[in-house]
């Protein structure tokens, strides 16, 4: 009687190529998908960091409306806000590091850079303060690109 003593234990080269080429399959699959997780994420974050500051506007115009008679929002949006949003700043830039919140001073602009390196602003205007034509301010929808 004879017995095999060989012992194959291993893969063959046209295995690990299969493994590989799957992997290369899935991945190609996957990724797109969690970029655009990521988009949606950041996304809705940003739609909740504005909301936020609407409402804390809303309330500075209210508490303005008590105390002098009349509506009115800030020249700059963070001075109304009890807790403006992390790594808010206020120059004559647009945001211009991951996670930056801007106030941009010249354009009367807010804009946020997010992880991918895009820019989006919101316009922000205070709204008129002349006495007896009083105007809440508005905020602007947002957009992808360089300010004007």
Do not use: C
Not at 31 to 43: F, G, H, L, N
Not at 69 to 85: H, I, M, S, Y
Not at 106 to 133: L, P, Q
């Amino acid at each position: 009687m004879k017995t095999n003593t060989q012992n194959n234990k291993g893969f063959t080269l046209i295995e690990l190529i299969m493994v590989t080429i799957i992997l290369g399959i899935l991945a190609a699959v996957a990724i797109p998908r969690y970029t655009a997780s990521v988009t949606k994420a950041e996304e809705a974050a940003e739609n909740a960091v504005i909301s936020s500051i609407k409402a804390g506007l809303e309330t500075y115009a209210t508490e303005q409306l008590i105390t002098h008679g009349r509506q009115g929002w800030p020249a700059n949006p963070w001075v109304a806000l009890e807790t403006p949003p992390a790594g808010k700043t206020t120059d004559a830039n647009d945001a211009n590091v991951d996670g930056e919140w801007t106030f941009n001073t010249t354009h009367s602009t807010i804009s946020h850079m997010r992880g991918d390196n895009t820019v989006y602003h919101w316009d922000y205007a205070r709204g008129n303060h002349n006495t007896g034509t009083e105007t809440v301010g508005t905020f602007g929808a947002r957009s992808n690109g360089a300010s004007n």
